[in-house]
């Protein structure tokens, strides 16, 4: 992904503005924790730090998504009548996955004929001594 350098100097004066202006913010919520003006619960803590983080999470998502964007859309997908490279998932060729089907289907098969060996020894009944 290539970055416009203008956008990114425009951005980084902005933001570092912006943080700095929430991080003063939240800088002067902790004198109210040592000062005895106030009082508070436990709860009233966790309450206040839960929307806090809930705003920032909300936040750090949508940066998020821009990244999620660009990788969605550079994904191949496959389209009769063109010759493309499929796509590998979780890192597994096609290849490797049809090695694996393959193997599967021999197994189910040997899997199979143990049972209908097994049911006609099972079919023996009644044996005289």
Known sequence: MEVNEEKRI???ENAGKRVNKVMHDIQILEPMARSSVYDFTKGDVEEMFLAMQESLNTAKAEFEKKFEEKT????RAFSFGTNTTPVVENNVTPNVVQAQNDTVVQNIETAEETVAANANVGDITDIEL
Do not use: I, P, Q, S
């Not at 969605?72 to 994904?75: F, L, P, V």
């Open 10 to 12: 425009k951005f980084m």
């Open 72 to 75: 969605k859309a550079e994904r």
